[in-house]
């Protein structure tokens, strides 16, 4: 090889050298958590936003969505655990005090989840109260909606039947997902309270039919000359039949 040949060679040769890049020994930085990808055959996935506990251990949260994860395992939905969803959305914008509303479109965009849950928990010795709250990421709403208690039961009761609650409002939300919450009418009656003024008014017919024949034994014994029994019935009569005209018209009252 000539002289300018090798020369241009070696000057070739040290510009590659240069430009090379370099290989950093540094651990690459971690990619952000993946989306949940449902299996083969679910359509849907229903992610559990928040469960606040109070009164209750925190294990009592784990335990409420294994009971959701077991029930919808064989329908179309797939579970997000609360976990899974905390893990992607730590880098997003979303903020904990989301749980309706349009800030869910963003739990939407990072997690694909179409609808979240969000429940609350309470308990007191052996009674145990429970709030679970169905709502639709893509417009924020509230599809659904159950809340219930036991006066006497174990906490894994409870939590079964809220799981069980919540399964019946994922499906029903899957039967119509535009289902709004159900709202008493403004003359619904409750049906203890119809039974309390019923009996209210037996007692105080009871009552008055009491009074009048009070009323009577004491006219007879004050014709017979029986004064002293006379009084003793007619403030019998007087007394059952305030008690009992009382009793009648409060029945109407609430």
């Known amino acids: 090889m000539s002289r300018p040949a090798a020369v241009a060679s070696a000057v070739i040769a040290a510009a590659m050298m240069t430009g090379a890049p370099t290989v950093s020994a540094e651990t690459p930085a971690p990619k952000p958590a993946a989306k949940p990808a449902p299996p083969a055959g679910h359509r849907k996935i229903v992610g559990v936003l928040e469960v606040r506990v109070d009164g209750v251990s925190s294990t009592a949260a784990e335990k409420f969505e294994v009971g959701i994860e077991d029930g919808l395992s064989s329908t179309e939905y797939w579970v997000a655990t609360r976990k899974r969803m905390r893990e992607i959305l730590a880098?997003?914008?979303?903020?904990?005090?989301?749980?309706?509303?349009?800030?869910?479109?963003?739990?939407?965009?990072?997690?694909?989840?179409?609808?979240?849950?969000?429940?609350?928990?309470?308990?007191?010795?052996?009674?145990?109260?429970?709030?679970?709250?169905?709502v639709e990421t893509t417009t924020g709403s509230v599809v659904a909606q159950v809340a219930d208690h036991c006066d006497v039961c174990t906490l894994t009761e409870a939590l079964d039947t809220a799981a069980l609650d919540t399964i019946g409002l994922v499906n029903g939300a899957n039967d119509a997902p535009t289902r709004a919450l159900p709202r008493p009418s403004k003359g619904a009656a409750d049906p203890g309270l119809n039974r309390g003024k019923r009996a209210s008014r037996r007692a105080g017919l009871l009552l008055i039919g009491g009074a009048v024949i009070a009323g009577g034994t004491a006219a007879y014994f004050f014709r017979t000359e029986k004064r002293d029994l006379g009084y003793a019935g007619a403030g019998a009569a007087l007394g059952m039949g305030i008690g009992g005209i009382a009793a009648f018209a409060l029945s109407f009252r609430f």
């Open 91 to 134: 880098g997003s914008s979303w903020s904990e005090g989301c749980v309706f509303g349009p800030c869910l479109a963003e739990v939407k965009r990072q997690t694909n989840a179409d609808l979240i849950v969000d429940a609350y928990f309470e308990g007191t010795g052996s009674s145990y109260r429970f709030v679970v709250t169905l």
